[in-house]
């Protein structure tokens, strides 16, 4: 019997994921990326970009395509499409299981302070004239140019359109995972004195983190969303150890 499944993604865990399922013989992935990275790695499965129209219409999608099983392994951060998962997948009765990368801890040296948004970050940097880098997705960073006495390192996938209104920004296009010998280079060649970014979690980006720990530079860090209550994995081992649970008929899963 082959299985339907729906990968939300967008991570490397989901790709991760999405190999190691289709390896297996008996499941059809489909990995679903939001569409908003211009140019996506490779991902080895069938690939659907774009949103579905919300709960109601993610639901639409899981009864018309038969799913068995969607696997929310988005971004920690995102916080809509998180929900829309949960609620699609109740609305089409469909079985639902998360993978939560886990947030970074701090450990000793770490200069953290915890905000909610730009607007936070913004307030906590002082009024006085810092050089910032900015480790954040473009619907983040314009709230950066309430504070344009700042100097501006900005690291991102694609281009940032429109450019940040400010005076002194400076843009590098890259894609991780980034060392932390790398991210030393880049704080310390551009004169970095405090880092926004989310506490995304993992490996991929760690580099900077380690990297202010050593050079004693200040971290702002926004604060994780609330996500839905599934059942869920922190890693991709995790998660394919509740696979063949999931798509076990509802009697057997005592549903």
Not at 122 to 131: F, M, T
Request: glycine content about 10%; aromatic content about 6%.
């Amino acid at each position: 019997m082959t299985h339907t499944i729906l990968i939300l993604g967008g991570t490397t865990e989901a790709r991760q994921l999405a190999t190691k399922l289709a390896a297996r013989g008996d499941c059809a992935i489909t990995l679903s990326l939001a569409g908003r990275t211009e140019s996506p790695v490779a991902q080895g499965v069938p690939v659907r970009s774009g949103g579905f129209g919300g709960a109601g219409g993610l639901a639409g999608y899981l009864r018309d395509k038969s799913v068995d099983l969607l696997i929310d392994a988005t971004h920690p951060y995102a916080a809509q499409i998180s929900a829309n998962a949960a609620e699609g997948a109740r609305l089409a009765g469909v079985a639902a299981l998360a993978l939560r990368r886990p947030a970074w801890e701090p450990v000793e040296g770490d200069r953290w302070t915890t905000v909610n948004d730009a607007g936070e970050a913004v307030a906590a940097l002082g009024k006085a004239r810092r050089k910032v880098f900015l480790a954040l997705g473009r619907q983040e960073i314009a709230g950066f140019e309430a504070a344009p006495q700042h100097g501006y390192v900005i690291r991102s996938v694609d281009p940032v359109e429109p450019p940040l209104a400010v005076p002194d920004a400076t843009y590098i296009l890259a894609r991780g995972p980034f060392s932390e010998e790398d991210d030393r280079a880049l704080l310390v060649t551009h004169g970095i004195d405090a880092i926004v970014a989310k506490n995304s979690g993992g490996q991929a980006t760690y580099g900077k983190i380690a990297a202010a720990r050593k050079l004693g530079i200040d971290v702002f860090l926004f604060r994780r969303p609330t996500l839905p209550d599934l059942t869920s994995g922190n890693s991709v081992a995790e998660v394919l150890a509740l696979v063949d649970h999931a798509l076990a008929p509802a009697e057997k899963r005592g549903v």
